[in-house]
């Protein structure tokens, strides 16, 4: 597989490319789109700014924007070798939303020049997806975001990955016959995956979730390796479990994984784990178990974050669908309960005829995933 991928994108020498709408172009386009003619819609736009939604493709555009310092799974890559996963976002956003987005990928690790290049290329974009970067630099990111513009800012390694771990773990549950206020959560990794996924979790109804970060249970109190996102998420979670993961993991329900290790959940700690256990390893390029040894060590249903295996629990299923209805929808701000009534519409667009341990969520091209969230958020949006 990986040779095949170098091969296709050195044959395609990119993924991604600009075309025009008018084609072929004649001389009396031309004089419409740029001049004379356009010097008018330019004087519009200028006396009421609402026009640029109008008469540009602002509405319709994205900017995936990466410092490629977290780059999928692979660590501090720089935002040269981080370029082809933003090529190939921006590929899935074209199919699937029918969305122009752009990778944005800059040469600088500096969070106050991340905000402020952002800001100043607002004007062309209608939502900013931010992807790849280090956390906890990257929350700031979002939240100075959040005061600063207009447009939304969509976080995919927290949002999307919440809203897919969610949906998985809802369709899950109902094969085991638990309830989520009744389970035990175990979230290996304090990123912004397991920040974001902890939060909704926690707004879904959980009640007994514990994060771990490398040096174990994250908890009140504790000294040493704590950051305010941290000390955020111990308000909800963990109010008396401490140490490593072999020790919290007992008489857990659930394994989410979202650490960046490979192999971290060992065959000892599934089998301390309770009957019909749920194990998401979504570490990539390779999981926290190899789902073949999770099965045979007990576990009722296995997902990765891998499209080498059944239950695909990866946010490419979330971003182009939840743009699309985003930017549809003229959404200004991305809140708890978008993301919680994204995760049910996901989840529902697997039949339940057909819901089985192989099957927990929805294939990418599952065009029904978009009318789902639309029908949702517009609900959510009139409410």
């Not at 607002?122 to 280090?134: M, S, T």
């Not at 060590?297 to 499209?307: L, N, Q």
């Not at 294939?363 to 029908?375: C, F, P, V, Y």
Request: charged share 20%; with cysteine.
């Amino acid at each position: 597989m990986a040779q095949n991928s170098v091969s296709l994108h050195k044959k395609l020498r990119g993924k991604i490319s600009i075309t025009s709408k008018i084609s072929p172009l004649k001389l009396g386009d031309i004089k419409l789109i740029y001049t004379p003619g356009v010097a008018e819609v330019c004087k519009q736009i200028q006396h009421n700014n609402s026009l640029k939604y109008s008469f540009t493709s602002k509405g319709n555009n994205v900017a995936i924007v990466t410092d490629g310092t977290r780059n999928l799974g692979l660590g501090n890559t720089g935002p040269d070798a981080a370029l082809p996963v933003m090529e190939g976002k921006s590929a899935i956003y074209s199919e699937f939303g029918k969305i122009n987005a752009f990778p944005i990928c800059l040469n600088t690790t500096d969070k106050n020049e991340i905000i402020q290049t952002i800001k100043a290329i607002e004007p062309v974009f209608g939502a900013i997806n931010l992807e790849d970067i280090e956390s906890p630099k990257v929350l700031d990111i979002a939240n100075e975001l959040e005061k600063i513009l207009k447009i939304p800012i969509f976080h995919d390694d927290q949002h999307g990955t919440a809203i897919v771990v969610l949906a998985a773990l809802l369709n899950s549950l109902k094969i085991v016959n638990k309830e989520i206020k009744n389970i035990k959560i175990v979230i290996v990794g304090s990123g912004s995956a397991g920040y974001g996924i902890a939060k909704l979790l926690h707004y879904s109804g959980c009640k007994n979730i514990v994060v771990l970060d490398s040096k174990g249970s994250i908890h009140k109190g504790r000294k040493g390796h704590m950051n305010k996102y941290k000390k955020e998420i111990t308000r909800f979670t963990n109010p008396k479990e401490k140490g490593l993961l072999s020790k919290v993991i007992v008489n857990s329900d659930v394994f989410i994984g979202v650490s960046g290790v490979k192999n971290l959940l060992k065959v000892s700690m599934i089998k301390k784990m309770n009957k019909n256990s749920i194990v998401f390893a979504l570490t990539n390029p390779e999981p926290e178990v190899v789902p073949s040894i999770a099965k045979k060590a007990g576990v009722k249903i296995i997902a990765t974050g891998s499209f080498k295996y059944n239950n695909k629990v990866n946010n490419a299923i979330v971003f182009p669908y939840l743009m699309r209805v985003i930017l549809d929808l003229k959404i200004k701000r991305i809140t708890m309960k978008i993301l919680y009534d994204t995760a049910h519409a996901i989840a529902s667009t697997v039949n339940k005829n057909k819901l089985s341990i192989n099957n927990i969520i929805p294939e990418l091209g599952d065009t029904r995933i978009q009318n789902k969230i639309m029908e949702s958020l517009r609900n959510t949006k009139l409410s």
